[in-house]
Nanobody
């Protein structure tokens, strides 16, 4: 069974930085696109950044220039470096990945359990 596990969240002051990590574990699978989403209280989950296996990236306008997504395909990990954090970045951050499980007819989307990021003003 494939699992995504995030780490690296926490409490930081405005202007600070954090790095989130997400590790995919399991057996007999390969990974397509990986990304980060976030959900603030009372709001819908929104895309933050995505990265394809080939290295193409995409960012929400609200984080462009401040956040950087990267991945290590050999380690099956994706990272989110967050700089110049603002109170409006406060949310639960979720890792998402398109997973190709050996024997399955189609890829599936997997989610991590989420990690809290709180930015104090």
């Amino acid at each position: 069974q494939v699992q995504l596990v995030e780490s690296g969240g926490g409490l930081v002051q405005t202007g600070g930085s954090l790095r989130l990590s997400c590790a995919a574990s399991g057996s007999d699978f390969s990974i397509g696109a990986m990304g980060w989403y976030r959900q603030a209280p009372g709001k819908q989950r929104e895309l933050v950044a995505t990265a394809t296996s080939g290295g193409s990236t995409n960012y929400a306008d609200s984080v462009k220039g401040r956040f950087t997504i990267s991945r290590d395909n050999a380690k099956k990990m994706v990272y989110l470096r967050m700089n110049s954090l603002k109170p409006e970045d406060t949310a639960v951050y979720y890792c998402n990945s398109v997973i190709f499980v050996l024997g399955s007819l189609r890829p599936q989307g997997y989610w991590g359990q989420g990690t809290q990021v709180t930015v104090s003003s």
